[in-house]
T-cell receptor, first 118, second 114 residues
């Protein structure tokens, strides 16, 4: 069955440190999509990035970067020079086809709570 | 542009009572979803809907009922609330429900069942 594992439950860093959040997934599909969402203390879920299984190029957006490696089934997220505003729970998710092929649903990891201290 | 809204944002109820959580989206997205968030489990899909009058079960549907008479609304009802249904509930939508589409989430409803 499809599964997403975020082994790091909590991470605490000091501001300006780099931090990597790990995400490992399991899927039998050859075509799939991976997502990262951010949940700040206010509680809403904010979409960060989507990656499809055919594109293994790393992506950088400002201080955020993502490393997708199919060989290790990982989709890790790195924050460079972390800031207090990065404090949040981060979720990795895998999109799979519904059994009736009507659409996709998200399989979420357990989440990693990142605390960035000043 | 309101996007996707949920009400109430916070709810306290007692075991055995019926509770309805509301979800409304202004994008005319076809697909809507209900997830619950629990510590150690991330978010898990309760029910989803492909269009008005089309709904189906997700991973954890027991104890919940949904309906979708209008495209923009997708209420979730706990027919007889139990303490195990204490959780944060998120509604989400996507335009066509395709696996490559981003799902956009509402602000969540925090439900406490005493």
């Amino acid at each position: 069955a499809q599964k997403v594992t975020q082994a790091q439950t909590e991470i605490s860093v000091v501001e300006k440190e780099d931090v990597t959040l790990d995400c490992v997934y399991e899927t039998r599909d050859t075509t799939y999509y991976l997502f990262w969402y951010k949940q700040p203390p206010s509680g809403e879920l904010v979409f960060l990035i989507r990656r499809n299984s055919f594109d293994e190029q790393n992506e950088i957006s400002g201080r955020y970067s993502w490393n997708f490696q199919k060989s290790t089934s990982s989709f890790n997220f790195t924050i460079t020079a972390s800031q207090v505003v990065d404090s949040a729970v981060y979720f990795c998710a895998l999109s799979e086809i519904f059994g009736n092929n009507q659409g996709g649903k998200l399989i979420f990891g357990q989440g990693t709570e990142l605390s960035v201290k000043p | 542009d309101a996007g996707i809204t949920q009400s109430p944002r916070y709810k306290i109820t007692e075991t055995g009572r019926q509770v309805t959580l509301m979800c409304h989206q202004t994008w005319s997205h076809s697909y809507m979803f209900w997830y619950r968030q629990d510590l150690g489990h991330g978010l898990r899909l309760i029910y989803y809907s492909a269009a008005a009058d089309i709904t189906d079960k997700g991973e954890v549907p027991d104890g919940y009922v949904v309906s979708r008479s209008k495209t923009e609304n997708f209420p979730l009802t706990l027919e007889s609330a139990t303490r195990s249904q204490t959780s944060v509930y998120f509604c989400a939508s996507s335009e066509y429900g395709l696996p490559q589409e981003t799902q956009y989430f509402g602000p969540g409803t925090r439900l406490l069942v005493l």
